[in-house]
Each structure stands twice: as C-alpha cells, then as structure tokens.
C-alpha cells in the first residue's frame, strides 16, 4: 500500500510541477483573441500553411493591440501591426477620444476570418473578418454606449519583412459578406 | 405588495429605455461625405456624441432640435453610432457606406520582365472614393496597355470587393511596357521593363596570334532578335597544357570580347547565362 501511496504522491507532484511550467505559455495564448482563419476559397493564389498561421497570429496580435490601444488611447501600441491607412485611421480615432475624454473598451470573444484575395506575386491579402465583439464606451467614468452586436471587417493585409502588417481595417455593413 | 412594486418599477424602467431608444432618429445608411441630419426627440439639454471608425465627435446639443453632422465628420465609411446623454443615454447606429470610385492603388510586378515569358506580368488594382475608403459595389477598371512597339490596347476588369486583377505574358519585343489603370477621373500609369530573355544562338570567333588567341562573340541576341543588354556576363573558359581558365567579361556594344594566352592546343567554350556557345579547338606553340 505504501509505494502506491508514494507513487501517487509523485506522480500528482509531477503534475503540478509540469502544469505550473506550462502556465505561462497558455496565459499568454489566452490573451490574444480566437481568430480561425478559413482560406478554401482564396484566390487567386493558394495560401501556404506557414503564410496562414503567420497571418492569423499577427491578425490576433493586432485586435489585442487595437483593444489596450482604444482602451488606453495610446497610439504607441499601433506600431508594431499596422501600416498604411488603418494605422493612420486609429491615431485619428485615439486622437479624437483623448480630446473628447472618452475611451473604447472591447470584449473580444472571437474573429471567424475568410481569406478570399492573395494576389499572384503574394503582396496583399484581403480578409473578411466576422468579429464577436462587446464593445463599450466610455465618457470619463461614464458608460455612455454598450454593445454586443457581431460586427463585420474587411481587411487588408500585407507582409512585412518578418510578419504581416494590417494595412486597411474598415468595418462594413452586415449584409457586405 | 413588495412583488408588484417591483414589477412596475421594472416597466418603467423598460418604458423608459424603450422611450430613449427612440430620442435619435437617423438614416440608416448615408454616403460617404455627405453631411447628414439626426432628428430628435425631447427638450432637455444633452452631450452628443458621434463615434466612427476613426473620428469621434462630441459637443453639446438641445433635444427636440435637429443635429446636423457635417460632410467631413463622415468621411469614413462604416458603422457609426449616434449617442445623446442627458440624464440617461440613448443611442442609434447608422452606416455609412463608401462614395463613388474616385481613387485608385495600382500595383504592376515586376519591374523588369524577360521577353516572351507567360503570365509573367501580373497587375492588381484597388479601387478607393475620394475619401480612401475601399468601394464595395463591383467597379469597372480600364487597363490601358502600351506595348514596347507601339500599340495600346484595353482590358477592363469587374472589381470584387474593390479589387481586380489580372496577369499576362511578357511580348517577345524588349523595351517600356505601360500599363494605365483608371477609373473615373483617377489614372495611374506604371511602367516595367521588358527586357531580352536568354541569348540564343551564341557563337564566337578566334583570332590566334602565336601564343595568343583572340576571341570574339556574333552580337549577343535572344532568340526573338533582342540584343542582350550592355554588362550582361559572358564567360570564356579555355582548358591546355596549363589548365583550366575562365575570363569573364561584359557585353559591350552587343558583343563580348576577350584574350587568353595558350599553352599547347587548347579548347575554348563560350557561355551567357544558362546558354552554351560553340567550343573552339586552337593550337598554340609549344
């Protein structure tokens, strides 16, 4: 009875050693929203594997730049993710909310993202982007607007040296995809 | 007692949202940069707001008069939402949806091109109204084409999503091949260069002088008749008694040139690229 005991105990002390090792990791994970990327009907160029998880990493990574940059109205969190007319748009939007005293908070439960154009020499790709998204807005203190409508993106991307940057993030109407 | 107190605070509570659900009237869609008119219902003062994609604005208004948003407060296409505070919120959510083609981003790959190359050449072309919003309703582009001998001629291409696209082979002529895009009043010309694709039919000449042999190449061309470029390598290698030696040297004035001194019969061979020329057998004096 007693080397059972004892084998329990370490296996049970292992699991918890390996589970406190990988705790990290998975923290960091959960912090960036879901995005499942969809590329089936993409064209005119097939999508690579590594491209799709490069582009749903970095796609992830910049709604949870966008979400601290809207919250916080801090336009140092857009360098890193977006380029181009979307990191011009943003710095106007967090302009606009630091002169008027408000601030956006999101509650990001998802993006289901189609990948529908590649161009052939692999330079831009434009997403469809079906976001779950509670949004919140805030006046000082103040709750001033609440939401919990899917919303709906069209988004461009476009590689960088080492990743994909979001060029153009333009929310469109419901019935646009 | 308590139970139906409860009950009808809730009501009201809920006759009240839904009565300030109804403060804002506004279109449902309206075009990019066209000011708009929000109605509105009540007579107390309120703080307004008026969040886009990218501009907020926020200023102070009397219900039961209209707002008016200016053109350049809904530049931006997407949806919008219109709010108005006073002792409670309300809100109404509007789109804005983008004007017509007015821009255009036009991307042509590569920027030099062999001859006589298919699908080779590849156009993209994004298609913005004024206010650089992506135009959603199908558009047609014009890509006029100018080839390197002289004629023009157009394909349109149907945008889809505001982009449309296109490829096409390289022409067997080298030299300037433009391609305009347009839409509208927007034009946007790119130019790449089509240049000679591999030589074809290399061929050189010796001119011994004792120990010294002279080579000389026919004018480097492609197969289409191009000349190959001034500066493209070409590679002579001569293998004798001496061993193996390999000069490399620029076109000049479509022809390559160069010199070896020999050391017993040699064989001497002649490459550009991946073209092989004729060999040469030349005796030398011991």
């Given amino acids: 009875m007693k080397p059972l005991l004892l084998w329990t105990a370490l296996f049970v002390f292992a699991f918890m050693l390996l589970a406190r090792e990988s705790e990290p990791a998975s923290v960091s994970a959960a912090s960036l929203p879901k995005v499942v990327l969809h590329a089936e009907s993409i064209a005119p160029r097939a999508i690579e594997q590594r491209t799709g998880e490069m582009v749903t990493r970095n796609y992830a990574q910049a709604w949870l730049d966008l979400a601290n940059c809207v919250e916080a109205n801090r336009t140092d969190l857009l360098n890193d993710l977006f380029t181009g007319e979307a990191k011009t748009r943003l710095t106007r939007l967090v302009a606009d909310q630091r002169k008027s005293g408000l601030r956006t908070h999101y509650e990001d439960h998802g993006h289901d993202v189609k ?62 995809f | 007692m308590p139970r139906i107190f409860t009950l009808c605070t809730l009501l009201a509570v809920a006759l009240l949202a839904f009565a300030q659900d109804d403060v804002l009237h506004a279109p449902k869609t309206v075009s990019a940069g066209k000011s708009l008119s929000i109605s509105t219902s009540g007579q107390s003062s309120a703080t307004f707001y008026l969040l886009g994609p990218s501009h907020v604005v926020k200023r102070s208004v009397q219900l039961g008069q209209d707002i008016t948003i200016a053109a350049n407060d809904v530049a931006t296409s997407g949806t919008y939402q219109a709010i108005a505070c006073s002792s409670s919120c309300s ?44 135009v959603l309703s199908p558009a047609k582009v014009d890509f006029h084409i100018t080839l390197p001998d002289g004629p023009t001629m157009t394909r349109t291409g149907q945008t889809t999503r505001g982009i449309t696209w296109f490829e096409m082979g390289s022409t067997p002529k080298q030299g300037r091949l433009q391609v305009v895009a347009a839409i509208a009043d927007a034009n946007e010309p790119r130019v790449i260069q089509q240049v ?46 001496a061993g193996r030696s390999t000069v490399d040297t620029p076109i000049k004035k479509d022809k390559a040139s160069a010199q070896f001194q020999l050391s017993g019969n040699a064989r001497i061979s002649v490459a550009c690229g991946v073209a092989l020329g004729n060999e040469l057998s030349v005796g030398g004096r011991q």
């Fill in chain 2, 196 to 241: 000679a694709s591999d030589a074809c039919h290399l061929h050189m000449t010796a001119s011994p002088s004792g120990r010294i042999v002279k080579l000389e190449t026919d004018p480097i061309r492609d197969c289409a008749g191009n000349a190959l470029p001034d500066g493209t390598i070409v590679s002579f290698t001569k293998i004798d008694n």
């Fill in chain 1, 115 to 176: 990948a529908v154009f590649y161009s052939p020499d692999g330079g831009e790709m434009q997403l469809e982007d079906s976001a779950q998204l509670e949004m919140q807005v805030f006046d000082g203190q103040k709750m001033i607007y609440s939401s919990t409508s899917p919303r709906k993106y069209l988004v461009l991307m476009t590689p960088g040296a080492d990743r994909w940057y979001v060029r153009s993030l333009e929310s469109v109407g419901n019935d646009a």
């Fill in chain 2, 91 to 134: 809100s109404t959510v509007f789109q804005v949806l983008p004007a017509s083609p007015a821009r255009l981003s036009f991307l042509l790959h590569p920027s030099r091109v062999p001859v006589s190359n298919g699908n080779a050449i590849n156009a993209t072309a994004f298609v913005f109204d004024r206010y650089r919003n992506t």
